[in-house]
């Protein structure tokens, strides 16, 4: 059977039930779910997902029976759907080699993430995952990142002490094997 | 995923809280370096060296860079001396602790280890030739480390060969009065020595081993320390009892073990050398905040050498060992808690304060590791004096089925109370006084053997 490939991304404040509503739905569609991520940041729910359907389905049909999903005293998830080239699909795999994580601290401010994100993008670093928090006006970002397309970690360290005193923000980069040798039970290969 | 907060920790503990990997050692078998002359011998085992080290600094340095862990120390261990160069002469040992010495400094290491003997049961003509060699080598070479293991529990104790030592590193130090005595710094007496330690100066290539091995000490009093305080800080002392904080220390060693595993795994790959063992052992340096003497005052005597510090130092020692030996695939050399007096700050500071006193330091050591390490005491202490110090911190390893030694140095022409610096990971110290100086000679000088103990009737 010839399927269609589309990415999902449903957004809601978060309640019990909203995973099983929207699995339930794409069920009815004779959707299959393959990759799904979820999270919920301050009451706030969010999820991506990656479904196959049946080849005649078309995107305004996966968008109507998603936000047809009702609960009480909850308004309708606001969602995303966008049909996907094969292409797209291709998993990049990462060398474990190239995986890194920066963390960034300093005061809270307006532009924090812009700047960090802006001196990744410029040296070729690629951000896989990323979380930040606040405290205490103490910002944090932790920072997946992928080094594959660097020249040398050698050059990024020097460009990263520049830039931290440049923009009063402490940077540090390490490999991502160190973290998961003093916090896994597992050694990395 | 890892979670954020733990990366924050451990970001935290790499750039704050001094974790290093403190030594990567390369051992190596030299046996098979024997040439029918002095000059033969020497040349093959520097091309033994060169051909198995040459790669060690650079690939600990592009490792450290690529992991963003320093490593500290790159040293080699070799077979002990007395083993490779048997039937030579005093002049001959001379030589090949230049051989040696040389070979370190072409391939970049900061030391090598193992111009050494084994003496537990008796002197032989190559360890007599080798002790006899010791202070001119030691004073002529920057990077040769010596040890002699003078007993064992199986074997007991042989007191003609400490006798021997007490003269030694008497001689050790005056010949070298310009950096305080520093050659005795270079050598060290064990009971129970190792095969795989990777620390100086007692670090050897035992027999047994294979032809080439990498072993690793990892660091970690700093880490240790602020851990302790974080707990502290959170829980509040009052609602933590010593098991809390064994507990922590527990899980800190682990961490600070997994680094060093970690490291030590990736440059035995990348030289194609088989990885022997991580030593566990919380070795500090003189650095502020690295300091074994800071985790016993937070542990809760406010003097190091107060009531109490032998048993904190004994709750540090087996805490840290529970903690690294799940850590690490195998834990082996030393492994404890050291207290090196110049080498850690807080435990000069004792000494200068007169809080930590030579009696105290060696109740300490009976229940950590590794002795009585990088003491300095009065000059004009006598040989047999020196020797009757040996002897008691020796009998405390054979007893108690352990590791123990002994690194003194005579101070030349100072006194108690005087001050003497070492420079670098050395350190510095108030000079310890040694009461009871000159009241021990009868003793030494019955010489013989210390008989090996019984193992039933444990008492």
Known sequence: ?189 | MIRSDQILDTVAMIQKENLDVRAVTLGLDLLDCRGATVHETCSRIQAKIRRFGAGLVPTCQALAEKYCIPVINKRMAVTPIAHVCAGFDRAGFIAVAHALNDAASEIGIDFIGGFSANVEGGLTPASRALIAAMPTALVATQKVCASINVGSTRYGINMDAIVLLGQTIKALAEASPDTGGFAAAKFVIFTNQPNDNPFMAGAIHGLGQPEAVINVGVSGPGVIARALERRLEQAGATQLGLHDLADEIKRAAFRVTRAGELMGKRVAEALNIPFGVVDVSLAPTPAVGDSVGEILKILGVDAIGAPGSTAIVALLNDAVKKGGSFASQSVGGLSGAFIPVCEDRELANAVRDGSLVLEKLEAMTSVCSVGLDMIAIPGSVDAATIAAIIADEMVIGMINNKTTAVRLIPVPGKEAGDFVAFGGLFGESAILPVRNAGQSARFVNFGGRIPAPIHSLRN
Do not use: W
């Open chain 1, 1 to 189: 059977m010839a399927t269609n490939q589309f990415v999902i991304s449903i957004m809601s404040s978060d309640r019990v039930g909203i995973v099983s509503d929207v699995a339930s739905q794409i069920s009815a569609l004779q959707g299959d779910i393959a990759d799904l991520s979820q999270t919920v940041l301050r009451g706030y729910f969010t999820m991506i997902l990656m479904a196959t359907f049946p080849e005649a389905t078309t995107t305004a049909a996966i968008k109507a029976q998603l936000t047809a999903i009702s609960a009480p005293d909850a308004p309708a998830l606001e969602v995303t759907v966008l049909p996907v080239g094969a292409s797209a699909l291709r998993e990049e795999a990462v060398a474990p080699e190239n995986i890194y994580i920066l963390t960034a601290s300093g005061g809270d401010r307006i532009g924090f993430v812009a700047t960090v994100a802006s001196f990744c993008a410029k040296n070729a670093i690629n951000i896989r995952d990323l979380a930040t928090s606040v405290s205490a006006g103490q910002y944090s970002m932790v920072l997946q990142v992928d080094l594959s397309r660097c020249a040398s970690v050698r050059s990024i360290q020097r460009e990263l002490k520049l830039f931290a005193q440049q923009h009063e923000i402490q940077l540090v980069l390490q490999h991502n094997d160190i973290f998961q040798a003093i916090h896994e039970i597992n050694m990395p290969g």
